[in-house]
């Protein structure tokens, strides 16, 4: 008797193609700005709305590929950050730096405390004049400017979070005998990451709301370059694309920053990615 024979070209079985679903929550989140655009580029088209005024999103979109194929904007963004992140590092610096000072010791708090306190207060716009009397019109103010912003959100989360320690972890590194400075490393720093982490994502907030004061100072390149030219010649689609890169480079920002976050805090047993 013959056995008899498998037919291997054809499959055993038929794969079923799934589709791919979005959540009905995030198709009810994105009804509202759809209809929103739709609305803006109804009233674009119809003359309602005036292009001196707000140009319609297609305009827009038309714009930002222009402004990205002859490396206008690409420029810009590579002139901001450059800006931005030298800024934020020696704000974040400063921050950080003085936070531990002022944290760890009574007389650090007493010294340096105050005067963050008075200075936190002061306007970014009020300081403009008094930056370029003190640096000039270069890239000095606009880097500085920027960094005194970002200083304050880190200097009093990461302080807040020093303070905030729970003291009995203090006791226990004392019955450990630990030093003052595995103290600090082993039980105040990893205590306070998560404020700290906190202020991190404000001070990059806030370095780039930063970064649009600061590029009002007399700048001739970058995307507040950009953006007041355009104004000059009424081109709002050109002031419209700088707004949302100034946005998109926030969002992403503070992506990264959330992504670090669940990574660094991953130990606490309450924290939920």
Known sequence: MSAPSLDLARPAGRVRNVPIRLPRGALVRLASPLALLVLWQLAGTTGLLPERLLAAPSTIAATALDLVQDGT?????????????????????????????????????????????????????????????????????????????????????????????????????????????????????????????????QSLGVAWLALIVAEQINADRGLGFMINDAREFLRTDVVVVGLLTYALLGLLTDAFVRLLERRALAWRHEFRA
Not at 118 to 135: E, K, Y
């Open 73 to 201: 904007l690409t420029g810009a963004i590579g002139v901001s950050l450059r800006r931005a992140v030298l800024g934020f590092l020696l704000g974040a610096a400063a921050g950080v730096g003085l936070a531990l000072v002022a944290g760890l010791s009574r007389l650090g708090e007493h010294a340096v405390d105050p005067p963050m306190q008075m200075l936190r207060a002061l306007p970014l716009f009020g300081l403009i004049p008094l930056f370029i009397l003190w640096f000039g019109i270069g890239e000095t103010p606009k880097v500085a400017l920027v960094a005194f912003g970002v200083a304050f959100p880190l200097y009093l989360n990461t302080y807040a979070g020093i303070r905030g320690v729970d003291a009995k972890l203090a006791e226990l590194g004392r019955v450990l005998r630990l030093g003052r400075t595995a103290l600090i490393r082993h039980i105040v720093l990893p205590g306070a990451l998560p404020q700290t982490l906190v202020g991190l994502r």
